[in-house]
């Protein structure tokens, strides 16, 4: 019986130490995870930082009246429950950190109403020249548009908006119409549109006998063919 006892507690003690290096073992790899994850954090967030203190020096240059800075920039107190389209008057002060000329506590007029609700020429928005502007019907896109500095709306500056597909490169319709009418036969209305295909079949047709011709020429005076890329002409 005490050869039994003395094995049992044997046993005991080695699953103890077992147990407490496991522990041991585990709050190490705990700590290590830990010290792991703050060095990543870190080196990850250099560049937002960076990124964002640029952003700020170019929405907010330095020297400028306070006043005048932009709405990214200063801390409105807007009215939710306003009116919309009435005019209010809104206690402005401007973000830490930014370096400006003047009252940091003014006031600024605004109308109520959301950001993406303001008219188009106060935000601007991201062009994009993928899709067709002579579709039909016509299309539009969805971009981003932002706020122009001086206008204070209730909402986020930057917002999603679709419009109507409407963009060129510099096509030129009376130079097109031009070239169709003198040197359409050797196709070289075709060629200035960007339709190679066409155009190489106009040279070598001499216009279709003149028919090809007479139909681009009509074409392109009702602007019905346009650039191949899509765009308008200016």
Not at 24 to 53: C, D, F, L, R, W
Not at 163 to 182: D, E
Not at 200 to 205: M, V
Request: proline share 2%.
């Amino acid at each position: 019986m005490n050869v039994v006892r003395i094995n049992s507690r044997n046993v005991i003690f080695i699953l103890l130490a077992i147990f407490s290096t496991t522990i041991k073992q585990a709050h190490m790899g705990y700590e290590s995870a830990i010290k792991y994850a703050q060095k990543e954090a870190n080196v990850n967030s250099t560049p937002a930082y960076s990124s964002t203190k640029e952003e700020i020096s170019r929405l907010c240059p330095s020297g400028v009246a306070c006043s005048e800075l932009s709405g990214d920039c200063l801390k409105c107190n807007l009215n939710p429950n306003c009116v919309y389209g009435a005019v209010y008057v809104a206690n402005c002060s401007v973000l830490e950190n930014i370096d400006c000329v003047g009252e940091q506590f003014f006031q600024k007029k605004y109308i109520c109403r959301y950001c993406y609700q303001t008219e188009h020429w106060e935000h601007e928005c991201h062009q994009k020249n993928s899709c067709s502007s002579v579709a039909s019907p016509r299309q539009y896109y969805r971009t981003n548009c932002t706020v122009n500095g001086d206008i204070l709306c209730l909402g986020k500056r930057r917002f999603m908006k679709n419009l109507l597909c409407n963009w060129t490169v510099g096509y030129r319709w009376s130079t097109a119409l031009i070239l169709s009418i003198t040197l359409g036969g050797f196709g070289a209305d075709r060629f200035y549109l960007g339709h190679w295909q066409e155009g190489i079949g106009k040279l070598f047709s001499f216009g279709g006998l003149g028919v090809w011709t007479l139909i681009d020429v009509m074409l392109i005076s009702m602007r019905y063919l346009g650039p191949a890329d899509g765009s308008l002409y200016i």
